[in-house]
Each structure stands twice: as structure tokens, then as C-alpha cells.
């Protein structure tokens, strides 16, 4: 995993993931085996996945590089916890899902609870053999 910011403000994970190298051969399978994480959490709750690629293709003045094959995010929340009524604008958590005919990149912004932050790590790990 990387740790960078993008747009100048948003910390994020990324790992990208060679599909040579990955457990899984589309983004599909990908995307499954993070909803079994998040189900077998005992914090976590699954809330939706997003077609991304087919909401942005639909719009008729996108902008998508020819690279991407597919978009898809996992939306789902840890939050246990609601110290301050801000606080819930950090929730729910997703992580993104990018194919590419040779690679995945797997991306999240970094979650405040550093024991999600430490699961999201470990379960894009996963996705590597």
C-alpha cells in the first residue's frame, strides 16, 4: 500500500496489483471477497456496491481513461462510535475498486479509527496471493 494525497487534500491507500500477482481475475471477485470481510467483521456493515464505471459511461460528456476497464466501490461503515455529531461526516468508508487489463488499483481515503484504517490495509492485502 501507498500512502498519498491526491488533489492536494484527500490522504488516501493505494496498492496496485498486478493481475499475475492477484487472488482474483475480475473486478467482480475482487469486490466479493471484500463484502465476505466486511460481513465476517464484527464492526462492520455492508451497505451497497457501486457501479462506477457504468454511471460515469452513462453520463454523455464523460471523461474516463481508455485504460479502465471497470469501476466498482464497496460502501459499508465501522462506526461503532459517534463521540461528535461531525464525526459522521467521515462515514460510511468505501473502498474502489479499477481494472485494467493487466492490474487492479485498490484505493481508499484513510478511515480516523486506526483499527478500520488497519483492516481496510489488511484486507486489500487479501486481494494478493
Known amino acids: 500500500m501507498k500512502s498519498m494525497t491526491i488533489k492536494d487534500t484527500y490522504p488516501i491507500q493505494a496498492a496496485e496489483i498486478g493481475k499475475e500477482e492477484a487472488r482474483f481475475s475480475t473486478t467482480d471477485e475482487v469486490i466479493a471477497y471484500l463484502k465476505e470481510k466486511i460481513e ?3 464492526v462492520a456493515t ?3 456496491t457501486f457501479d462506477h464505471y457504468s454511471h460515469t459511461k452513462s453520463l454523455p460528456e464523460h ?3 481508455e485504460k479502465i476497464l471497470d469501476v466498482k466501490l464497496i460502501v459499508f461503515c465501522f462506526g461503532k462510535e459517534l ?4 464525526m459522521a461526516a467521515v462515514r460510511p468508508r468505501s473502498i474502489a475498486v479499477v481494472e485494467e487489463a493487466d492490474k487492479f488499483t485498490v484505493s481508499f481515503m484513510d478511515a480516523p479509527n486506526p483499527t478500520a484504517h ?3 490495509i489488511a484486507w486489500v492485502q487479501g486481494i494478493r496471493k
Open 40 to 42: 465476517a467483521h464484527p
Open 46 to 48: 455492508y451497505i451497497a
Open 63 to 65: 471523461v474516463m481513461d
Open 83 to 86: 463521540p461528535i455529531p461531525q
Open 118 to 120: 488497519d483492516a481496510m
